[in-house]
């Protein structure tokens, strides 16, 4: 059991020194480096505060979408501009729905998630951070 410990705890020590290296910056001579990726690119806690998707799903979604009503891998041009005009007309008719006041279905799992987010958001000053990131790690 000694060894499984010793294992884990060198696992977790090398996964914690990647997280860090590449997502906060290594601290030096008591300044933090910079991180491979700015914390602003990927931190998604102002894109809660303001109820906005926290990945490219819906992105990931539609390019499947498109690729599935393409029906073949390599379209002629013809073909692909074809699918693209109908792609706007699609498009151009949901935004006039939303105008309109039309309600795009959601999933409502994620509304849920994002309703719970939300709220730990907005109550995260007020919260001690390692609660705060196990709410959110409950929440994910």
């Known amino acids: 059991m000694d060894s499984l410990d010793a294992d884990t705890d060198?696992?977790?020590s090398d996964f914690l020194a990647y997280f860090e290296s590449t997502w906060l910056g290594i601290v030096q001579r008591g300044r933090r480096r910079r991180s491979k990726f700015d914390v602003a690119m990927w931190n998604v806690y102002s894109r809660v505060e303001d109820n906005l998707p926290r990945t490219n799903n819906s992105v990931e979604g539609w390019q499947r979408a498109f690729d599935q009503r393409m029906s073949v891998t390599h379209p002629t041009l013809g073909r692909l501009v074809s699918k693209l005009r109908k792609e706007q007309a699609s498009t151009e008719l949901m935004i006039e729905q939303h105008a309109m006041g039309v309600r795009m279905r959601k999933n409502k799992q994620y509304e849920v998630v994002n309703t719970r987010?939300?709220?730990?958001?907005?109550r995260y000053a007020q919260d001690?951070?390692?609660v705060f990131l196990k709410a959110v790690a409950h929440n994910l």
Request: hydrophobic share 65%; no cysteine; net charge negative.
């Open 10 to 12: 060198e696992t977790l």
């Open 128 to 130: 001690d951070v390692l």
């Open 117 to 122: 987010l939300q709220a730990l958001v907005a």
